[in-house]
Every structure is written in structure tokens, then in C-alpha cells.
Nanobody, 113 residues
Framework: QVQLVESGGGLVQPGGSLRLSCAASGSISTNTMGWYRQAPGKQREWVASITSAGDTNCADSVKGRFTIARDNAKNTVYLQMNSLKPEDTAVYYC????????WGQGTQVTVST
């Protein structure tokens, strides 16, 4: 099974930007990939996805601020997050769409002054 490792999280002030990366241990070129997030005390929330053809979709809560992209040559998926808000604070999880979702371990994003 492909292992997914997220990175790029951290502490950022409101209005700032972060870019998350999800590096896969094997090829992901034929898979839809995406991101979920989970804030403390809340259910996991879908954020964005990208198909093998490069078609993207994202949640209304992040539309216009977050962008998902992929580099199949590097087996990596990215989540560019701009204009961050305190409510974006969460653990962000990368996933690979198989018969069921294959998850990474998550990376913490904290938006705070």
C-alpha cells in the first residue's frame, strides 16, 4: 500500500499563507487525491480533491482561497492555502481514493495571532 506523508503545516497569522505537501511512496498518477481536515471537537471535513485528469473541486468554505495541485512525476499533491482564517485551524489529512480512502498521518495547521 502506498504511504502518504503530509508536510508544510505550522503556525501562521490570519491572512497568511501555507503550502501543504503530500508525498506518496508510490505512483498516484491514476488516482483521485485530496485533502480533508479535522478541527478539535469537530467531524472530519472534506476540503479539496483533484482527479487523475487534473480536474479540481473544493469546499465552499475554502473556495477562492485554497488551490489543490498535483505533480505526478514527484508523486506529490499540494494544497496552497491563502488568506488563512482562524477557522482554518485543523489537522489536515491527505487521501488517496482507492476502493476505500488511504490516509496520511496529518499535519497541523494553526491560524492565530
Amino acid at each position: 500500500q502506498v504511504q502518504l506523508v503530509e508536510s508544510g503545516g505550522g503556525l501562521v497569522q490570519p491572512g497568511g499563507s501555507l503550502r501543504l505537501s503530500c508525498a506518496a511512496s508510490g505512483s498516484i498518477s491514476t488516482n483521485t487525491m485530496g485533502w480533508y481536515r479535522q478541527a478539535p471537537g469537530k467531524q472530519r471535513e472534506w476540503v479539496a480533491s483533484i482527479t487523475s485528469a487534473g480536474d479540481t473541486n473544493c469546499a465552499d468554505s475554502v473556495k477562492g482561497r485554497f488551490t489543490i495541485a498535483r505533480d505526478n512525476a514527484k508523486n506529490t499533491v499540494y494544497l496552497q492555502m491563502n488568506s488563512l482564517k482562524p477557522e482554518d485551524t485543523a489537522v489536515y489529512y491527505c487521501y488517496q481514493l482507492l476502493l476505500r480512502l488511504n490516509w496520511g498521518q496529518g499535519t497541523q495547521v494553526t491560524v492565530s495571532t
